[in-house]
């Protein structure tokens, strides 16, 4: 790999963290030369425990140069934990109070407005480029600071962008808002900048891949996250759940997810009988702590904790049918229709049965109804969802062909070593000139 590009990734993220984004850059960059990578990492505060790749980071500029901070129970950070994130929404609290609403209106707009300001391409900033002499930007973009960062580095080094859509956040980020056209207008300014300077786009989904090339006039390739192989392969004879049932979800609970996983829960209540499902749910505290209530009727539901990135597949593993769940909300469907979640190649390289819930028109949806590998349930309906389910769990065969599917999709799609090289082709092949 000695004649691979220097990369400098662009945005507040790191490998370090333990949310979708990290472990999807984490898994894809394994293996890249560590001198040919490095981060300029946007943050809110300065790193504790900073990264190898870490090289630069801008801190305490939430307000551009001025931080601000308030205390931890204040009603602002309230309302800030409780918002939807569908970024620029009026937030989804469910505290419906006047004090709230008024709040929660006050801070989308100044947020969306703090956004507009610039972070400061300061002298160290100069030096730690010149030093590094990065060859390209790759970025996931997401806002309008990083996009500024990122065009004005292109500019500057002379250098293209290749910018990695995760979801859909372009047509949805400052909509349906007239408080806040100047952002959107901004975002958009600044989104057809960095098309100036990329020739080539990566997406999360093929879905996403096929209208952003017609929408852009560019090529953009499909790079989804990659799990390493197991080394046995898969034994599909013995597939057969009659007895003890482990059902299993691994994820966040935000964007109305816990409301599509509530429906399975009720039609598993009325099939459980002989009371002999379980179902572990693994996901952040956070979330957990925001609709732990509303499970509290379904005695077979187990809340595990917070699953490492590390330890994800030895737990899921253990597992015998996992869930995946899309939120039905139209406003959540926006943002996410585009988008394969992290954990559809987790759970396809474990070759289980998957159950996926939402609607038919969510990329992560079509992806495992078109490849026929899990049950597919998009209407939110209990006698649909209970009548789709009694006969797949009635049919060993039904979930064999699932299992099997699903394993030669993980196989010819999600494999690091697959996902890596396709990766190192595309930065490759990126010329500098623009």
């Known amino acids: 790999m000695g004649n691979l590009p220097k990369i400098l990734i662009v945005g507040p993220y790191t490998f370090d963290g333990s949310d979708a984004t990290s472990i999807t850059l984490r898994n894809l960059f394994a293996g890249w030369e560590k001198d040919k990578i490095a981060f300029l990492c946007f943050t809110s505060s300065p790193q504790k425990n900073q990264s190898e790749y870490l090289k630069y980071s801008i801190s305490k500029l939430l307000f551009g140069n001025f931080a601000i901070s308030t205390d931890n129970d204040s009603l602002i950070n309230k309302v800030r934990a409780s918002r939807s994130m569908v970024i620029g929404v009026q937030g989804a609290t469910k505290d419906k109070s006047i004090k709230t609403r008024i709040f929660n209106l006050v801070h989308t707009i100044v947020s969306a407005h703090r956004a507009i300001i610039p972070y400061k391409y300061n002298a160290d900033l100069e030096t730690f480029l010149k030093g590094y002499k990065p060859d390209i930007i790759y970025s996931l973009l997401g806002d309008i600071r990083t996009m500024q960062m990122a065009n004005k580095i292109s ?182 229709r585009l988008s394969i979640s992290t954990k559809i190649p987790e759970y396809l390289s474990l070759a289980k049965p998957i159950i996926a819930i939402g609607p038919p028109n969510i990329a992560s949806i079509e992806y495992l109804a078109s490849n026929q590998c899990a049950l597919i349930l998009s209407e939110n309906n209990t006698k649909t969802i209970e009548s789709k389910l009694k006969a797949m769990l009635n049919d060993d065969k039904i979930m064999k062909s699932m299992c099997e599917n699903a394993y030669l999709l993980f196989k010819k799609n999600h494999t690091s070593n697959h996902q890596r090289a396709l990766l190192r082709d595309i930065i490759s092949s990126v010329s500098k000139s623009i």
């Open 155 to 336: 500019a500057k080094l002379d250098i293209p962008i290749i910018p990695h859509f995760m979801d859909d956040w372009q047509n949805t980020m400052y909509s349906d808002n007239s408080f806040l056209l100047i952002p959107r207008l901004i975002l958009l300014f600044n989104l057809r900048k960095t098309m100036e300077r990329t020739s080539k786009g990566l997406t999360i989904s093929q879905k996403m891949a096929d209208e952003y090339s017609i929408k852009f006039k560019k090529t953009f390739i499909p790079l989804m996250n990659c799990v390493n192989e197991i080394t046995e392969e898969p034994d599909f004879k013995h597939i057969s759940y009659h007895n003890a049932i482990n059902f299993c979800y691994s994820g966040g609970l935000h964007l109305d997810r816990s409301k599509s996983l509530l429906s399975i829960c009720h039609v598993l209540q009325k099939l459980n009988t002989n009371k002999n499902f379980t179902l572990s749910i693994y996901s952040k505290e956070l979330d957990w702590s925001k609709c732990e209530r509303e499970f509290d009727e379904f005695d077979f539901v187990k809340y595990m904790g917070f699953i490492k990135s590390e330890e994800i597949l030895e737990k899921l593993f253990k597992q015998d049918i996992l869930i995946h769940v899309e939120s039905f909300d139209p406003k959540i469907d926006k943002y996410t």
